[in-house]
């Protein structure tokens, strides 16, 4: 089976959180054609705050200037991409960090003047993943992307899981999350939510902020030919584990 796995950046900034993680995707990885990509807004954050740099969005998307792309290659493509990779070998997986750029994996479009270099992913080239996979290595994926013009792009991590899923033909997408899932009116998670559902809770402002962005990226996601997307937590130990043996954790999204 075709797996994509999109890690959350507060997930890999504990040490302790990214080895447990690593292990689950390394055990994953030695059964199915596994791909991972991962975020890491907070240690941006972090990093450009330490350097007196603000960060500045819009619409939830970080103001990219040329400081902020260095950063983002110093960031993503660096500390955060191979510290996975190598609690992955660590683990015993045969991994490999990449980015968007190399062998223009994913390619992006800038979306606008205002936010500078940030992009939107437009297609997924999946030869290089296929020749991965196919032949027991691990892709790990930083959501930095480029174009056939040498321009490097700040893309969201959720945007980027979508084109390298879609790309890719994964079967399954699962977002590992620092929430228990998707939330109904009441407070309770959904198990099974559909496209449509979703569309009625960001309607009804049930899903608001980073939510409503997941679930538009999941429905985007579906649309796209994944088979099902599933929005789950993290944190709890055992959780591939557990998705895979159809267990009910989390909130899983499918087309209808």
């Known amino acids: ?7 959350g950046g507060t997930l890999l900034d504990d040490a302790a959180s990214r080895q447990r993680l690593a292990g689950e995707l390394a055990t994953v990885a030695a059964e199915h054609q596994l ?8 240690q941006m954050t972090r990093y450009l705050a330490e350097r007196g740099v603000e960060s500045t969005f819009v619409h939830g998307l970080r103001v990219t200037t040329p400081e902020v792309v260095d950063a983002i290659l110093k960031v993503f493509a660096g500390t955060v991409n191979h510290e ?5 070998v660590a683990a015993g997986a045969r991994s490999v960090g990449l980015t968007g750029i190399d062998a223009a994996l994913t390619e992006a479009e800038r979306v606008s003047a ?9 297609r997924t080239n999946p030869a290089l993943l296929d020749l991965l996979t196919e032949n027991g290595y691990l892709p790990v994926i930083a959501c930095v992307a480029g174009n056939r013009q040498g321009e490097i792009f700040n893309v969201n991590a959720d945007q980027m899981a979508i084109s390298v899923a879609v790309g890719f033909g994964a079967e399954r997408l699962c977002f590992l999350t620092d929430v228990p899932g998707v939330k109904s009116a009441d407070g ?29 990226s999941a429905c985007e996601a579906l649309a796209g030919g994944v088979g099902s997307v599933t929005i789950a937590p993290g944190a709890a130990p055992g959780i591939l584990a557990q998705l ?13």
Do not use: N
Request: proline share 1%; net charge positive.
């Open 1 to 7: 089976m075709k797996l994509l796995v999109k890690l």
């Open 35 to 42: 791909v991972v990509v991962h975020g890491g807004g907070k």
């Open 84 to 88: 996975l990779v190598a609690s992955l």
């Open 114 to 122: 205002e936010l500078g270099q940030v992009g939107k992913p437009t």
């Open 188 to 216: 309770q998670v959904i198990e099974v939510l559909t496209a449509l559902g979703a569309s009625q809770l960001i309607a009804d402002a049930v899903a608001t902020g980073g939510m409503e962005a997941k679930l538009v």
């Open 244 to 256: 895979l043996r159809g267990e009910a954790v989390g909130t899983r999204m499918v087309a209808g």
